[in-house]
């Protein structure tokens, strides 16, 4: 089982930068795969990005492709969403996800994740 926790949201102008952390727990971390997920207000969470387990593969929404990378420290048990050129429409509840023994294809499908952090806001100005 993991737990996950997450950090580094808050208030940025359109054009920043912005790196949200996930510190997850468990000895079988680096057997799952991760990704981060948002949530408009009134809207459905959608799916940001995604990494497997191997690190052979990353995944991301058309949204944020080339903006957002999505990295992992096994070592670390460490997440990370690294955000640039953010825009008034990335403001959202960000939120870290883990799934394991699940097929890869399934990446974009957030009932395919079995853990989820607490969410972080991000609010971008513009």
């Known amino acids: 089982q993991v737990q996950l926790v997450e950090s580094g949201g808050g208030l940025v102008q359109a054009g920043d930068s912005l790196r949200l952390s996930c510190a997850a727990s468990?000895?079988?971390?680096?057997?799952?795969?991760m990704a981060w997920f948002r949530q408009l207000s009134g809207k459905a969470r959608e799916f940001v990005g995604a990494?497997?387990?191997?690190?052979?593969?990353?995944d991301y929404a058309d949204s944020v492709k080339g903006r957002f990378t999505v990295s992992r420290d096994n070592a670390k048990n460490m997440v990370y969403l690294q955000m640039n050129d953010l825009k008034r429409e990335d403001t959202a509840v960000y939120y870290c996800?883990?799934?394991?023994?699940?097929?890869?294809?399934?990446?974009?499908?957030?009932?395919?994740?079995?853990?989820w952090g607490q969410g972080t806001q991000v609010t971008v100005s513009s």
């Open positions: 468990g000895r079988t971390f680096n057997s799952y795969r």
């Open positions: 996800a883990a799934a394991q023994l699940v097929a890869w294809d399934t990446r974009q499908t957030a009932s395919s994740y079995t853990h």
């Open positions: 990494i497997d387990w191997s690190f052979d593969s990353t």
